[in-house]
């Protein structure tokens, strides 16, 4: 690669950005914050029902040509996969609220990426993935990371 002579070899580092102040960072998280927020508020209810559909063995619908050996571990697989979406969901809405309160970059950014997930937002997830991915992407600019670094918590 040719450089003309007294081009310098490293391009030089831009400046960090200048943290944008807390008001400014939670209006831009606002709105993908607070649809997380009710979002996974609302799969914790469906999981929580669930919950209490599967575990005094409710007879499954649709189910009736399955062999009985195949049967008898559908409960149990069934039960993890409530509890494991309870506890995502509950993971991303503490994340969210962090996420709202400009706290707490990582674990707001891990929320969005778990919440991103299809098999923790169920059929949400045609709703959760555009909020998901809009936070990721405002989450991820340098101002606003230098926003939750501003407090000297995040």
């Known amino acids: ?12 580092r831009p400046d960090p950005p200048e943290p944008l102040p807390p008001r400014t960072a939670r209006s831009r998280l606002l709105v993908p914050a607070v649809a ?27 189910l009736e040509g399955v062999p009985p050996e195949a049967r008898a571990w559908m409960h149990p697989l069934l039960l993890g996969i ?15 609220i ?7 970059w990582g674990l707001a950014l891990a929320g969005c990426i778990v919440e991103s997930l299809p098999f923790v937002s169920s059929a949400l997830c045609l709703l959760t993935l555009p909020f998901s991915i809009w936070a990721i992407v405002v989450l991820l600019k340098p101002e606003v990371r230098a926003a939750f670094r501003g407090d000297g918590r995040g």
């Not at 409530?82 to 503490?94: K, R």
């Open 1 to 12: 690669m040719y450089f003309p002579p007294g081009f310098p070899m490293q391009p030089a």
């Open 98 to 104: 962090q996420m709202l309160r400009v706290r707490t």
């Open 36 to 62: 997380l927020m009710c979002l996974s508020g609302l799969l914790i209810v469906v999981f929580a029902i669930d919950l209490v559909v599967v575990v005094p063995g409710t007879p499954l619908v649709g």
């Open 82 to 96: 409530c509890i494991f979406g309870m506890v995502a969901n509950v993971f991303n809405l503490v994340a969210a």
